[in-house]
């Protein structure tokens, strides 16, 4: 966790010594994308994962069975939901008494939820009032031809209409020179509902493969 206590998540991962290495930058959160249509697709098991930081399993749509097998699979520590999962759905992932058979154990459905939304105004705000409750983060990421990695920032400023009690993580286009203008804007001593931000393309060198270079430099600088 930064000294600005903001919650660091590094999406769209797949590569094991890749993993190993922004762990050992001290992020909180690494996310995996099950989502086949995604250049950053986890198709396997890689041959590590973290074991400080987080694991976010990133869906799309999915069917729960998968979910929560994949959840099982990788020891998921969250499920982010980035398509147009309904609130029931999202009730029926944590229902306790809905329970799958896994080999290695009868895995319960996945109880930390984090639902992302696609945001260009601030009416698209206004959708995320149904899903009060059963989520415990909203990720507010930029509108555009993808669900998710397109590299480019929505206006930020439209985020002052957020008038709800979820907590946020900020994504969407989030680069290397982004850091002084994050610790203005977005500390919890000015914006109290965001807790953290997503980062993804803008510190790739392909998709899937993080620059480490570009991650510490720009850590070193949201410290300071």
């Known amino acids: 966790m930064s000294p600005i206590q903001l919650i660091i998540k590094v999406?769209?991962?797949?590569?094991?010594?890749?993993?190993?290495?922004?762990?050992?930058?001290?992020?909180?959160?690494?996310g995996f994308i099950f989502w086949p249509k995604s250049k950053r697709y986890v198709s396997e098991l890689p041959d590590y994962l973290p074991t400080h930081a987080k694991r976010v399993g990133v869906f799309v749509d999915e069917a729960i069975e998968t979910v929560c097998r994949l959840a099982a699979d990788y020891a998921l520590d969250f499920i982010q939901l980035h398509g147009h999962e309904s609130p029931d759905y999202i009730r029926a992932l944590k229902t306790p008494s809905s329970?799958?058979?896994?080999?290695?154990?009868?895995?319960h459905h996945p109880s930390s939820i984090i639902k992302a939304f696609s945001i260009a105004t601030a009416d698209d705000l206004t959708k995320t009032k149904d899903y009060e409750g059963p989520v415990d983060y909203f990720l507010f990421d930029t509108k555009g031809p993808s669900v998710g990695g397109n590299g480019e920032k929505f206006d930020w400023n439209v985020l002052s209409a957020y008038d709800g009690s979820t907590p946020f993580l900020l994504?969407?286009?989030?680069?290397?020179d982004d850091a002084e203008v994050l610790t203005s804007q977005f500390s919890p001593l000015t914006s109290k509902k965001c807790i953290g931000i997503d980062l993804n393309s803008r510190f790739e060198l392909s998709p899937g493969l993080k620059d480490i270079t570009a991650l510490r430099k720009f850590l070193n600088e949201l410290n300071r």
């Open 171 to 176: 994504s969407g286009g989030i680069g290397p």
């Open 99 to 107: 329970i799958i058979h896994h080999p290695s154990a009868i895995i």
């Open 11 to 30: 999406c769209g991962m797949r590569e094991p010594d890749n993993i190993r290495a922004v762990e050992a930058l001290g992020i909180d959160m690494m």
